[in-house]
């Protein structure tokens, strides 16, 4: 799977993508192409459609994807696969996933997963957008920013709180809201500095009406449903920064054993290999902390403080090694035509999305 995943980023990721940074999306035929290679339904048990592997093939794959250096596309595919796809396979009933889980898995239907709100981020249990009984359905009202997926995505599992009496985490719940409902508009397609070819809206719910059978999971369990997915979540965000960073160091490397200053290449600098040898020895420690925590979710165990170790250090990590690889390529590395000044923009965010590290050391602080 490593190898196949490896074959499809070099021969049909790597030569185009820079097009797709620039249009600020992946194109359809691209996902519908990994689609139809199996790619999508890696997770998804055999009797619907899928090949039923677990968390350590989603990191594997996301960290060849993360090799790519265009975290944009990494970003739209796992996404789709690790980040919103998993509310229907894990918590949808039978008629829900054989409705959606075919379109999903070839790549008809691309899908966004709809948390954070303007003004909440890290503090999932303060989401204000809610969604009332209204005859055999629900009205969603309220606002989502910064989804993933959102502008060109077709499926959105929402957040959305469905008891107003109850306080922060109990009373929420997970509807699945095509993009074609009415009353779901995109507000603004969001610029950012970095995962560029990745698309990201402002979602607007008004009297955006879905039947009953749009509610995933459980009523008013929708935290726990958010709670649970984030496990994988941030083993597969930091899966793609070990891919990412790997690649950079390998990058430099390249590029410091070519390059020639005061009459030698910057390789024979004890101060660049010794620095570069201590970010491979971290990305190599990273790697197998996300390896372990990924087989300790793989075997049913509690691995929180685990996942949220490696969503902490590899989110640090990455931007440290991208920070010295831009260092190290000099103003090379400061240019747009360099693979690593993206890789560096891309690379912010992981410190930041999915759980901000400052969030992630509370998690490990508390089961200390
Ligand atoms: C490009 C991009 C794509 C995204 N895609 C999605 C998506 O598809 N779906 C979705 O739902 N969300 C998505 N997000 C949202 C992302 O998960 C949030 O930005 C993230 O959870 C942080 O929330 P916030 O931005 O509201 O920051 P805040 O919660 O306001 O926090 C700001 C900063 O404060 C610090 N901080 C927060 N809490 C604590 C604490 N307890 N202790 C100490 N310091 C703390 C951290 O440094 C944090 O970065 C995306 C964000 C970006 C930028």
Redesign the pocket.
């Given at each position: 799977m490593r190898s196949q995943t490896r074959r499809f980023v070099d021969d049909e990721v790597v030569p185009h993508a820079d097009a797709w940074e620039r249009s600020g999306s992946v194109p359809r035929e691209v996902l519908r192409r990994m689609g139809s290679i199996g790619f999508f339904g890696l997770r998804v048990p055999e009797e619907y459609g899928g090949v039923g592997m677990g968390p350590l093939a989603s990191c594997v794959f996301a960290e060849e994807l993360g090799r790519s250096t265009f975290g944009g596309f990494t970003a739209t595919v796992i996404?789709h696969t690790d980040?919103a796809m998993p509310y229907l396979r894990i918590f949808g009933s039978d008629d829900q996933k054989r409705r959606w889980l075919p379109g999903l898995i070839s790549g008809e239907i691309i899908s966004?997963?709809?948390?954070?709100e303007p003004d909440a981020?890290?503090?999932v249990a303060a989401i204000r957008t809610a969604a009332r009984r209204d005859g055999d359905g629900f009205v969603i009202e309220g606002s989502?920013l910064?989804?993933?997926n959102g502008v060109h995505g077709d499926l959105v599992f929402v957040a959305a709180r469905t008891d107003p009496e109850v306080k922060s985490s109990r009373g929420i719940s997970i509807f699945a809201v095509p993009r074609d409902t009415d009353g779901l508009t995109v507000s603004r397609a969001l610029d950012?500095l970095g995962?560029r070819s990745s698309d990201?809206a402002e979602l607007s719910f008004q009297d955006c009406w879905v039947p009953e059978d749009h509610l995933i999971g459980e009523r008013d369990g929708g935290f726990y449903h958010v709670m649970h997915n984030f496990q994988n979540e941030r083993l597969v965000l930091g899966a793609a920064a070990i891919g990412e960073a790997a690649k950079a160091i390998e990058l430099t490397l390249e590029y410091v054993r070519g390059r020639r200053a005061f009459g030698e290449p910057l390789w024979s600098k004890q101060a660049v290999r010794q620095r570069l040898a201590m970010r491979l020895a971290e990305v190599d420690a990273g790697r197998q902390l996300l390896y372990h925590a990924a087989w300790l979710q793989e075997q049913g165990e509690d691995a929180v403080r685990e996942v949220s170790e490696v969503k902490a250090y590899v989110g640090e990590l990455v931007n440290r090694v991208l920070y010295d690889c831009v260092q190290f390529h000099g103003g090379m590395g400061y240019m747009a035509e360099s693979p690593i000044e993206r890789m560096f923009r891309d690379a912010r965010?992981h410190s930041?999305?999915?759980?901000?590290?400052?969030?992630m050391l509370?998690e490990i602080a508390k089961r200390m």
């Open positions: 996404v980040l966004a997963i709809a948390v954070t981020g890290s503090d989502k910064y989804i993933t950012k995962w990201t965010i930041i999305g999915g759980g901000a590290t400052e969030v509370e």
